[in-house]
């Protein structure tokens, strides 16, 4: 199996990765269309990692509401910190495309057989490192839906995107109802209140694609 060109395996031989997929740490799962891959109450001993497709972390209460808290892109990960600590899942996991995963089995992966390997110490600092960065994707929704208006939430939200793409016309993980979800807002006052931000010369959008205007017909 080729090791993926993640950084989780930064550092790490063909060799080393080839080695973790003999001892049972490393696996490969293809998942179709709405499939959900680990369910609220769950146990898991393994994290993966998303090779191609898409997957939405999400939150469904006793009513059936729904709140996507996370969108995973290719090369994205999920599922660590669960892993790490054995506790039940919070969230559900969901493919909303046909993905495939790679999955890291971390009960085989801290085996105390596997300490003395090169490449032991090495994955460890490696999910360190990818935990972190996690933290400040779900800090960055968390200042969303701290806004106390629909348009300070998609204001907030639209920023960080410019910001983390370095442009201010991108493309958003999210279809308009996806996006509501994310935000926390109803699907019909988000689109009222993009269309008032759009007439207003704030910012212009065709489906998830937005330009952030800094002049009226800027994009």
């Known amino acids: 199996m ?6 989780i395996f930064a550092g790490i031989a063909q060799e080393e990765y080839e080695e973790m997929v003999r001892r049972g740490c490393i696996r490969l799962a293809d998942y179709p269309k709405e499939e959900v891959l680990l369910r609220t109450g769950d146990k898991t001993e393994e994290f993966g990692i998303l090779l191609s497709g898409k997957i939405h972390i ?15 892109l290719p090369g994205g990960a999920f599922g660590e910190t669960y892993a790490f600590c054995q506790a039940p ?28 390997e090169g ?9 360190l490192i990818l935990s972190t960065q996690k933290n400040l994707a779900w800090s960055s929704r968390m200042f969303c839906i701290s806004a106390k208006t629909i348009r300070g939430r998609v204001m907030t ?12 016309q991108f493309t958003i993980p999210f279809d308009r109802q996806q ?16 269309g008032k931000m759009q007439r207003e010369g704030i910012l212009t959008f065709r489906k998830n694609t937005f330009c952030l205007l800094k002049t009226a017909g800027e994009c």
């Open 119 to 127: 490449w032991y110490h090495k994955l460890l600092r490696n999910v």
């Open 2 to 7: 080729k090791m993926p060109d993640h950084p």
């Open 157 to 168: 939200y639209l920023s960080s995107e410019a910001l983390r793409t370095g442009k201010r």
């Open 58 to 72: 999400e939150n469904i209460d006793l009513w059936g509401s729904r709140m996507i808290l996370h969108s995973i």
């Open 89 to 116: 899942m919070m969230v559900d996991v969901l493919a909303v495309e046909q993905s495939q995963v790679l999955w890291v089995r971390l009960t085989a992966l801290l085996s105390p057989q596997n300490e003395r």
């Open 179 to 194: 996006m509501a979800d994310y935000l926390n807002v109803e699907r019909s006052a988000l689109s009222k209140e993009l």
